[in-house]
């Protein structure tokens, strides 16, 4: 059973840099399609970048590409989400998402939430101005 956990979640400010990283017990990581989302307080889950397996170049929102990268650490067997020049309007709980390949489970897709059937628990990332 794939489980995920992530970490590096933290309190910054703007201008400044986090990294996030999401291990995967399991299953190995390239055969997964990975995906980090967020929730800010009061709003809609949101996605934020995704890694398919039959990828190397991962898909973002328009609203972090360019500042986040995300990547995998097949060493680590996890996922990497590094966050550059945040915004106070990244300040949300990010979670990471799975779906194994060939699973019965999920969407086709890679940005929405139905896509993806295993979530991690979520680490808040807070930016303050």
């Known amino acids: 059973q794939v489980q995920l956990a992530e970490s590096g979640g933290g309190s910054v400010q703007a201008g400044n840099s986090l990294t996030l990283s999401c291990v995967v017990s399991?299953?190995?990581?390239?055969?997964?399609?990975m995906a980090w989302f967020r929730q800010a307080p009061g709003k809609e889950r949101e996605f934020v970048a995704a890694?398919?397996?039959?990828?190397?170049?991962?898909y973002y929102s328009k609203s972090v590409k360019g500042r986040f990268s995300m990547s995998r650490d097949v060493a680590k067997n996890a996922v990497v989400l590094q966050m550059d020049s945040l915004f106070t309007e990244d300040t949300a709980v990010y979670y990471c998402?799975?779906?194994?390949?060939?699973?019965?489970?999920?969407?086709?897709?890679?940005?929405?939430?139905?896509?993806?059937?295993?979530w991690g628990q979520g680490t808040q990332v807070t930016v303050s101005s």
């Open positions: 998402a799975a779906r194994p390949r060939l699973s019965t489970r999920g969407g086709p897709g890679y940005n929405t939430e139905a896509d993806y059937p295993i």
């Open positions: 399991g299953r190995a990581i390239d055969d997964n399609n």
């Open positions: 890694l398919p397996w039959s990828c190397s170049v991962p």
